[in-house]
């Protein structure tokens, strides 16, 4: 089992920038990915931006909508994940997810979401 804690959230104005924060606990050496997604009300849950831990490539993806203005990172000696939010904008308001998985054995892991909020 994985724990994840998000922080971080809050309200900003548009043009301003928060960093959300997610702490990883329990078996996280089964986890080969993490990542950031969100939920605006009324619409699906979608990809913000996902790190895969090996492969050919391990640098994060990214939503067309945030490439360019936000930022994922790992700090591993921390078992922390971080989403830079940068030029944020009104339509990026959502409830942001912590995420970790490891497909191959059919985990998936959330935590329980912060609340951004951008105001026009």
């Known amino acids: 089992q994985v724990q994840l804690v998000e922080s971080g959230g809050g309200l900003v104005q548009a043009g301003g920038s928060l960093r959300l924060s997610c702490a990883a606990s329990?078996?996280?050496?089964?986890?080969?990915?993490m990542g950031w997604y969100r939920q605006a009300p009324g619409k699906q849950r979608d990809l913000v931006a996902m790190i895969q831990f090996a492969g050919l490539s391990i640098d994060p993806i990214y939503a067309d909508s945030v490439k360019g203005r936000f930022t994922a990172s790992r700090d591993n000696a921390k078992n922390a994940l971080y989403l830079q939010m940068d030029s944020l904008k009104p339509e990026d308001t959502a409830v942001y997810y912590c995420?970790?998985?490891?497909?191959?054995?059919?985990?998936?892991?959330w935590g329980q979401g912060t609340q951004v909020t951008v105001s026009s």
């Open positions: 329990g078996s996280i050496s089964e986890i080969n990915a």
């Open positions: 995420h970790a998985r490891n497909p191959f054995r059919g985990d998936y892991y």
